[in-house]
């Protein structure tokens, strides 16, 4: 007979999150506090990610920490690691929450015009590298540095989770981002080729694939600024939602406690969306 499935397996482990201080990674922390697990919270931003970590742990009784670390180097990734080992204990589980686009590796245009022939500097011709540099590392080298860092303690208990985060722009691009989209579709093939190379040694390596949350990174894109409404982009992405509408942060947490929860025992090399439809839809 089946027993009450729950999530009381994760009580006691430790989880670190990278980028946890943010909007989407902070609503994750708040899930897994609720479960009792113990949470390091590495951030760039310490003192935003020693202020979320306060504040959930204030709320739910959870040991949550922040802690510095930077996604990019190793270094860093390392004298985090030595911390969490000896504020929480050993790393059970992994979220590669750090990610994001910037306005240096967006085009002003959707798709070229003639008359932007004369004018290439808002198009693809005008990106800077550097722009773009930045967002492929932080989305792909911030996810495989960490994950060569933080799962070490798994090797040795010989079981572990990695949690990705990726993006609907894995599947198809979107318009303007070509750096983010790239990068998150290298996410995806790096979670199918690390479950792989990881599954005999009992680490599952998964990701989650959000749809269209409201953020700091993506607001100046699908907000109007004067007006409050939705910017045409943003009214695109509604219509283009079969649910109609932009996910809630929460709407995350679900699918971040079944893919990290031994319920999901048998399920390695996934990337799950959480996007109201949006994948599924072909637009008619
Ligand atoms: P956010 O900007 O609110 O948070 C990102 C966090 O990462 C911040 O706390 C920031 O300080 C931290 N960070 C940035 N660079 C770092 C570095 N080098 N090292 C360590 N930490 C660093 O972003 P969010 O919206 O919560 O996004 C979280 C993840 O979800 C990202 O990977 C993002 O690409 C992805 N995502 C977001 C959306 C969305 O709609 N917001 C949709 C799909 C995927």
Redesign the pocket.
């Known amino acids: 007979m089946l027993e009450t499935l729950s999530f009381e397996d994760l009580r006691g482990k430790v989880c670190v999150i ?10 994750m922390v708040r899930a897994m506090a609720s479960t009792g697990m113990k949470i390091a919270i ?4 310490k003192e ?2 020693d202020e ?1 970590a306060e504040e959930i742990a204030a709320e739910s009784n959870a040991e949550v920490i922040g802690v510095a ?5 190793k270094e ?1 990734l390392e004298q985090a690691k030595t911390i969490i080992n000896a504020k929480l204990g050993d790393i059970d589980i992994l979220i ?6 910037s306005p240096q590796a967006t085009t002003k245009v959707e798709q070229m015009k003639e008359e932007d022939i004369d004018n290439l500097e808002d198009t693809f011709y005008g990106l800077e590298m550097e722009g773009f540099d930045k967002v492929f590392a ?2 792909f080298k ?2 495989l540095l960490p994950t060569m860092v933080f799962t070490k303690d798994m090797l040795s208990h010989k079981k572990g989770v990695v949690l990705n ?5 894995s599947y198809r691009p979107l318009t303007k981002i070509p750096a ?1 989209s790239a990068a ?1 579709a290298s996410v995806n093939n790096f979670t199918e080729w690390l479950a792989v190379h990881l599954a005999k040694v009992g680490i599952r390596v998964n990701a ?11 607001r100046f894109l699908v907000m109007d600024e004067k007006t409050g409404n939705f910017s045409p982009r943003g009214q695109k992405i509604v219509d283009n939602t079969p649910m109609g509408k ?2 809630e ?1 929460e709407d995350l947490q679900g699918a971040t406690l079944f893919l990290i929860s031994d319920i999901s025992n048998f399920i390695t090399g996934v990337v799950l969306p959480v996007d109201g439809g949006y994948n599924a839809y072909g637009g008619v």
């Open positions: 990278t980028g946890g201080a943010g909007v989407l990674g902070s609503t590495a951030d760039i931003n935003i990610a979320v670390a930077n996604v990019l180097d860093s590669n929450g750090a990610g994001g686009n932080l989305n911030g996810t985060i990726s993006s609907m722009n983010y998150k989650i694939a959000p749809g269209f949350f409201i953020t700091n990174q993506n932009f996910g942060p």
